[in-house]
């Protein structure tokens, strides 16, 4: 099944090319590294991508320049595949599952997860965000106390810098040690890039953080974030203090699930999930590709599909979901994201609404589908007994 699936990746390439541009763009931020070129100043490909990552992460893109783009692309999609099927072993050790530890089931999950828009949108772009993802996961998974837990997790926020807010979460729920180790890393990477390169780390730092219209325009239908949702709902390319009011809403309820459910035993998961789709929901921008995330939600969830049928279709519809491609159905050339009538607007933004309302049902659900979700998954010791194809984007 994996590789009809894979084949299957290499038919629809034919009739739709798939881009693979954001690999290119790390390409580049690697040869800049090499050349002394001016990293924040380039762009690339036809549609004029400029680097948007730390300089930490342009050094460990060193290596692929060395690799000519057609060798590069391909090997992108393979080692992506790959990522995916490791997401799905730290997903299941997550979700408490056991079955995916046998590997004919982790080759079948892994050829049908190709399929889902996020995983899709990340091989066709050559995105990194499955590694990512995989480094939280694999971190967060480890026993507390384990050595040097947290690291991870610090040089994941020093490549892109979402990851931050999973130390967040180590603080919130009583692992201040880990919490510390990530703030360690995360600061270990930051001073990397100030000595292999000054000049970009000042201008990372102090300028190119805050040009979120660098990265690509908040108001299109790619943009799942919650300033991608408000901006369409509202019509508007700035939806301004509007946002703002909402993430700073949205980070207060987001994290307070996370504490909540993290702190209860054989229910971490959803504080690892909550933290996540905070993260998502709050960041200025989360392209689609963004929810890989949604590979452990459904693992999750899946923990909990053979109680009863109306479970089993909550997680199918979920399933459904994140492979219906709805916002790349919906009008979104040129600016008609901006007036979409209102019975389009969840299907321009079906992710950041699902993350909400998972998020609510987290915070405030004492039964239902979230309770007893994941019981045999990740346990702390001492929990117990407390609360109970589009045009390509600058890679992001």
């Given at each position: 099944?994996?590789?009809?699936?894979?084949a299957?990746?290499?038919?629809?390439?034919?009739?739709?090319?798939?881009?693979?541009?954001?690999?290119?763009?790390?390409?580049?931020?690697g040869d800049?590294?090499?050349t002394?070129?001016?990293?924040?100043?380039?762009?690339v490909?036809?549609?004029?991508?400029?680097?948007?990552?730390?300089?930490f992460?342009?050094v460990?893109?060193?290596?692929l320049?060395?690799?000519?783009?057609?060798v590069?692309?391909?090997?992108?999609?393979?080692?992506?595949?790959?990522?995916?099927?490791?997401?799905?072993?730290?997903?299941?050790?997550?979700?408490?599952?056991?079955?995916?530890?046998?590997?004919?089931?982790?080759?079948?999950a892994?050829?049908?997860?190709?399929?889902?828009?996020?995983?899709?949108?990340t091989?066709?772009?050559?995105?990194?965000?499955?590694?990512l993802?995989?480094?939280v996961?694999?971190?967060?998974?480890?026993?507390?106390?384990?050595?040097?837990?947290?690291?991870?997790?610090?040089?994941?926020?020093?490549?892109?810098?979402?990851?931050?807010?999973?130390a967040?979460?180590?603080l919130?729920?009583?692992?201040?040690?880990?919490a510390?180790?990530?703030?360690?890393?995360?600061?270990?990477?930051?001073?990397?890039?100030?000595?292999?390169?000054?000049?970009?780390?000042?201008?990372?730092w102090?300028?190119?953080?805050?040009?979120?219209?660098?990265?690509?325009?908040?108001?299109?239908?790619d943009?799942?974030?919650?300033?991608g949702?408000?901006?369409?709902?509202?019509?508007?390319?700035?939806?301004?203090?509007?946002?703002?009011?909402?993430?700073?809403?949205?980070?207060?309820?987001?994290m307070?699930?996370?504490?909540?459910?993290?702190l209860?035993?054989?229910?971490?998961a959803?504080?690892?999930?909550?933290?996540?789709?905070?993260?998502?929901?709050?960041?200025?921008?989360?392209?689609?590709?963004?929810w890989?995330?949604?590979v452990?939600?459904?693992?999750?969830l899946?923990?909990?599909?053979?109680?009863?049928?109306?479970?089993r279709a909550?997680?199918?519809?979920?399933?459904?979901?994140?492979?219906?491609?709805?916002?790349?159905?919906?009008p979104?050339?040129?600016?008609?994201d901006?007036?979409?009538?209102?019975w389009?607007?969840?299907?321009?933004?079906?992710?950041p609404?699902?993350?909400?309302?998972?998020?609510?049902?987290?915070l405030?659900?004492?039964?239902?589908v979230?309770?007893?979700?994941?019981?045999?998954?990740l346990?702390r010791p001492?929990?117990?007994?407390?609360?109970?194809?589009?045009?390509?984007?600058a890679?992001?």
């Open positions: 099944m994996l590789a009809v699936s894979v299957a990746l290499g038919v629809v390439h034919l009739f739709v090319p798939m881009p693979t541009s954001d690999i290119l763009v790390y390409r580049a931020m800049s590294v090499l002394g070129g001016d990293l924040y100043g380039f762009t490909t036809e549609w004029h991508l400029p680097a948007t990552y730390p300089p992460a342009a460990l893109f060193v290596p320049a060395r690799i000519s783009p057609g590069l692309e391909f090997a992108s999609v393979l080692v992506n595949v790959a990522l995916l099927a490791l997401l799905i072993h730290f997903s299941a050790r997550l979700a408490g599952l056991r079955a995916t530890h046998r590997v004919p089931s982790l080759l079948v892994t050829a049908l997860a190709i399929w889902l828009e996020p995983v899709y949108q091989i066709v772009f050559g995105q990194i965000n499955l590694a993802t995989c480094l996961l694999w971190d967060l998974t480890r026993p507390d106390g384990a050595r040097g837990k947290g690291l991870a997790i610090g040089i994941a926020a020093g490549i892109k810098l979402t990851p931050a807010l999973f967040v979460y180590l919130l729920t009583g692992r201040v040690r880990a510390l180790v990530s703030l360690a890393g995360f600061a270990g990477t930051v001073l990397l890039g100030i000595v292999a390169l000054p000049g970009a780390s000042v201008e990372f102090t300028e190119r953080l805050y040009e979120t219209g660098r990265v690509g325009e908040a108001w299109i239908v943009n799942q974030s919650l300033q949702l408000l901006a369409r709902l509202l019509h508007t390319t700035h939806p301004g203090v509007v946002w703002l009011a909402g993430a700073l809403l949205t980070a207060a309820v987001g307070a699930a996370a504490r909540r459910t993290g209860v035993a054989g229910r971490e959803w504080g690892v999930l909550c933290t996540a789709l905070t993260a998502l929901l709050v960041s200025p921008i989360s392209w689609s590709h963004h890989v995330w949604c452990p939600l459904l693992a999750v899946a923990t909990h599909i053979r109680r009863d049928a109306w479970r909550i997680w199918v519809a979920l399933a459904v979901l994140f492979t219906a491609r709805t916002m790349w159905l919906v979104h050339k040129g600016d008609l901006l007036v979409l009538p209102w389009q607007q969840p299907l321009a933004a079906p992710y609404l699902l993350g909400a309302a998972l998020l609510l049902a987290a405030f659900w004492r039964g239902g979230l309770t007893g979700v994941a019981a045999g998954a346990t001492g929990a117990a007994g407390r609360e109970s194809v589009p045009a390509p984007r890679p992001s």
